[in-house]
Nanobody, 119 residues
Framework: QVQLVESGGALVQPGGSLRVSCAAS????????MSWVRQAPGKGLEWVSG????????DYGDSVKGRFTISRDNAKNTLYLQMNSLKPEDTALYYC????????????WGKGTLVTVSS
C-alpha cells in the first residue's frame, strides 16, 4: 500500500536551517508530482511547495519563496524540503503528499513531522 513517512523535524533557532525528508513506498514515486503542506498550531492547512516528476520544475508558496528548496531523489524514492532562514511562523507540522492536481487532489498524506522554530 502507499506509504509516505516524513522525518527530520526538530527544534531549531530562528535563522537556522533544517532539512526534512519523506520516504515513499507502495507506488511508482517517479511518476507523481509531490507536494509539501504544513499546518501551524491552531491554523489551517497551507500548501508550501511542489515538484514535478523529474525534479526540474518546482513551485513555492509566497511565504517560503527564496528560503525553502524542494527536491527529490527518484532512485531513493525520497522527497526533501530544505528550509533556511527559518522564522517562528514556520513552526508547523509538515506533511508530504502525493499530489494528483486539481482533479484528484492530494490523495495520500504522511503523518507529518514537527518543525518548531523558537529561541
Amino acid at each position: 500500500q502507499v506509504q509516505l513517512v516524513e522525518s527530520g523535524g526538530a527544534l531549531v533557532q530562528p535563522g537556522g536551517s533544517l532539512r526534512v525528508s519523506c520516504a515513499a513506498s507502495g507506488f511508482t514515486f517517479s511518476m507523481y508530482y509531490m507536494s509539501w503542506v504544513r499546518q501551524a498550531p491552531g491554523k489551517g492547512l497551507e500548501w508550501v511547495s511542489g515538484i514535478n516528476t523529474g525534479g526540474g520544475s518546482t513551485d513555492y508558496g509566497d511565504s517560503v519563496k527564496g528560503r525553502f528548496t524542494i527536491s527529490r531523489d527518484n532512485a531513493k524514492n525520497t522527497l526533501y524540503l530544505q528550509m533556511n532562514s527559518l522564522k517562528p511562523e514556520d513552526t508547523a507540522l509538515y506533511y508530504c503528499t502525493r499530489d494528483r492536481g486539481a482533479l484528484y487532489g492530494m490523495d495520500y498524506w504522511g503523518k507529518g513531522t514537527l518543525v518548531t522554530v523558537s529561541s
